[in-house]
């Protein structure tokens, strides 16, 4: 006997006079999911087929312009037809400027000579730019094959997989519809009324199949981001650890000079750290810093108290493991101690697929008696194996601030080594102004490279759209 959604979704078939239809035509009349029960359970009786097939079509994502139109607009509003190559900069990122000289050699729609880009004509013809306007949900098929390879080089667009599903009527359901399908009533949950009135013996009851399709339950969840956090915090809580916490605004003493960096470092200049306008000033120790400033002055021959005062959003969580270990007491510094941080910093980078100025960080410290670079390592595979990583591998880096250095990578299946942390043994310089004697092994591992590996991403930026699809699926 055929359940009432059953002949429901066979009268559609006898109405429409078809023996096929596509999922999305039968939506019309049934809520999806319930379109895709009862076809199983018509299969299952051997009266349709269900046939699905991969589709990739094409999605943009990236609605704007162009670099290199970019660059003819700005030089028709202006009424010229050339601009020097170092001017790009006033209306394009670096990434723009490199794709548009690019994209203008390919496309000879202009000359580059001289430190100069020269157009013939601002008002040029581009196929690229027509094909993007009607690439939208296409199928790959239907689209040029060199102009989608070029496109999603470009990131304007990107390829997205859909099943086609086709509910086709068998012989066995052909025939079956020769004879009016007569829709009766259903009893699907009995009560009290139904029970009384003896109606449940003339109408027919629904049975129940807890194997059949239902409607997706997206329960609540931490974002995933906030899940690697809590993971790692877990990590090194369990290896005995404790975490500590410092200040979002700090001042370049903590953030810079404490670690031994000399006040004419590059990272120190605007392009890379992110000063405050006010208040821009903050206050430092004043012991520490005259400790601080002999260092500098015996190894670097500069040291200005007042670039130490400027604040800053602080560029790593270095400074909160320098701070810690400026805390401690002297009875306290001949105590081993191992602790961590983990928060937000801050530089001032250029936004691209793996780049954001605002990020998450954690370091950590471990400050005991005769430990040593094989202790560091240790520490490191085991902490890295706990996050899932089996395959481990070191090489020598150089950090400023440690001395010996390594940088840890890890193996992942189809992309090879992948670096993702940096470690070394701070350096006397750094140490001896808190008054330290022991060795101290640190650590530090951003949790942008870390969420790319764990959740497959290409652009770090995926991982704020906040699309909810994604953040449902992962």
């Known amino acids: 006997m ?11 078939f006898q109405e429409k006079k078809k023996d096929k239809f596509k999922l999305e035509e039968l939506e019309n009349y049934m809520p999806r999911e319930k379109i895709l029960r009862v076809a199983l359970w018509l299969k299952g009786k051997n009266l349709v087929n269900i046939d699905e097939k991969t589709i990739k079509r094409v999605k943009v994502i990236k609605d704007e312009p162009f670099p290199e139109r970019k660059i003819a607009e700005y030089l028709k509003n202006l009424g ?6 170092k001017d790009l900069k006033n209306i394009l990122s670096k990434e723009e400027i490199n794709a548009a000289l690019g994209a203008i050699k390919r496309k000879n729609i202009g000359k580059i000579e001289r430190g100069k ?43 997205e997989e859909e099943k086609e599903v086709t509910i086709k009527l068998t012989g066995e ?16 949950q009995l009560n009290r009324d139904i029970i009384i009135s003896k109606k449940w013996k003339k109408a027919y009851l629904r049975e129940y199949d807890v194997k059949v399709p239902t409607k997706p339950v997206y329960p609540a969840k931490v974002h995933p981001l906030t899940r690697i956090i809590r ?3 877990e990590i090194l809580l369990a290896m005995g650890f404790k975490e500590v916490k410092s200040p979002i605004v700090e001042t370049e003493f903590w953030n810079f000079d404490t670690l031994f960096e000399p006040q004419d470092h590059p990272a120190r200049e605007m392009q890379d750290t992110f000063f405050l306008k006010y208040p821009n000033k903050g206050e430092v120790p004043k012991d520490l810093l005259e400790k601080v400033k002999e ?4 190894c670097w021959r500069q040291f200005d108290e007042e670039i130490s005062r400027r604040l800053i959003l602080r560029t790593h969580t270095t400074a909160s493991s320098i701070r810690y270990l400026a805390s401690l007491s002297e009875e306290e510094k001949e105590k081993n101690h191992k602790v961590f941080c983990i928060d937000r910093v801050f530089r001032n980078e250029a936004i691209d697929y793996k780049h954001l100025p605002e990020f998450y960080q954690c370091e950590g410290i471990l400050m005991g008696d005769n430990v040593n670079f094989n202790n560091l390592v240790g520490i490191l595979k085991e902490f890295l194996s706990r996050l899932g990583f089996k395959k481990v591998r070191f090489r020598p880096a ?14 992942l299946e189809g992309k090879g080594w992948l670096e993702i942390l940096g470690a070394g043994i701070f350096r006397p310089e750094v140490l001896e102004p808190l008054g330290i004697e022991k060795p101290v092994l640190a650590w530090g591992i951003g ?28």
Not at 2 to 12: G, S
Not at 80 to 85: L, N, S
Not at 152 to 159: L, P, W
């Open 2 to 12: 055929l359940h009432i959604d059953e002949k429901r979704l066979l009268k559609i």
């Open 80 to 85: 010229k037809k050339e601009i020097e190559i």
């Open 117 to 159: 880009i020269i157009f013939e004509n601002l008002n040029y013809y581009d196929k690229e730019e027509e094909v993007l306007k009607d690439i939208n949900n296409k199928s790959v098929e239907e689209v040029d094959k060199n102009i989608l390879d070029i496109l999603k080089k470009r990131g304007y667009v990107d390829i």
């Open 173 to 188: 359901g052909k025939k079956l519809l020769e004879k009016p399908i007569v829709i009766e009533e259903e009893i699907s």
């Open 231 to 233: 993971e790692v915090k």
């Open 295 to 298: 260092v500098h002055l015996r």
């Open 398 to 411: 150089y950090f400023p601030f440690t001395e010996p250095s390594l940088e840890a990578e890890v193996y």
């Open 447 to 474: 949790f942008s490279r870390l969420a790319m590996l764990r959740y497959n991403l290409k652009d770090i930026r995926d991982l704020h759209k906040n699309d909810i699809d994604w953040l449902r699926r992962v």
